[in-house]
């Protein structure tokens, strides 16, 4: 069975620092890889997705998150925070064997400090 | 264009009674997913649907719970007899038909309140 693991539930940094939010899979077969984000009062939209080829994906607003097949990981990342990357950012992979849905981690909540 | 739209945005309701929560999905989509997010968790999946039919509804919680599509376009999840343990925000999403893996598509939740 698929399953998503995110590495801690917050995460604080100050503005100008890397961010880093850690995602590790499990699947037996290649997966399909997202990162999504839940601003305050907003509903949940597409930051960056892996499917298959170049396992350096890059999405919107300098986020980046690289395909680690080696270490089942897909940690998400930024060169330098800015205040307004404070959300709630979730991990999901997708089923590909019997059925089509997603599974979401339980999300880490990134603050960033003045 | 339109987005996936949820309505009501907000629900209080007492126990024991029911409640429809309605997805209108972006048209054209044809696989349609519902969700449920616990206040500070993650996302719970509960049923999707392609087209009108429903091949997986491994995440709803109990009987209580059911869902339809009709016309390959609005969907309803229902809840019978709320339980406290119901309250959460209830997501939808839609994704586009093709061959690719695509995103998923969220509207706003409803916000269910059981009391």
């Known amino acids: 069975a698929q399953s998503v693991t995110q590495l801690g539930s917050h995460v604080s940094v100050s503005e100008g620092a890397l961010v880093l939010l850690r995602c590790n899979y499990s699947s037996s077969v290649p997966p399909y890889l997202f990162w999504y984000v839940q601003y305050p009062n907003q509903g949940l939209q597409l930051l960056l997705k892996?499917?298959?080829?170049?396992?350096l994906v890059k999405g919107i607003n300098g986020f980046e998150a690289e395909f680690k097949k080696s270490e089942t990981s897909f940690h998400l990342t930024k060169p330098s925070a800015h205040m307004s990357d404070a959300a709630e950012y979730f991990c999901?992979?997708?089923?590909?064997?019997?059925?089509?849905?997603?599974?979401f981690g339980t999300g880490t909540r990134l603050k960033v400090l003045a | 264009g339109a987005g996936v739209s949820q309505s009501p945005s907000n629900k209080v309701t007492e126990k024991g009674k029911d409640v429809e929560l309605r997805c209108d999905p972006i048209s054209g989509h044809t696989a349609l997913y519902w969700y449920r997010q616990r206040l500070g968790q993650g996302l719970e999946f509960l049923i999707y649907f392609q087209g009108n039919s429903a091949p997986d509804k491994s995440g709803l919680p109990s009987d209580r719970f059911s869902a339809e599509r009709t016309g390959e376009s609005v969907s309803t999840l229902t809840i019978q007899r709320t339980q406290q343990e119901d309250s959460a925000v209830y997501l939808c999403?839609?994704?586009?038909?093709?061959?690719?893996?695509?995103?998923?598509?969220f509207g706003p939740g409803t916000r269910l309140t059981v009391l």
């Open positions: 999901a992979v997708r089923v590909t064997s019997g059925t089509y849905k997603y599974i």
């Open positions: 892996y499917t298959t080829g170049a396992t």
């Open positions: 999403a839609s994704t586009p038909p093709g061959a690719g893996i695509s995103e998923q598509f």
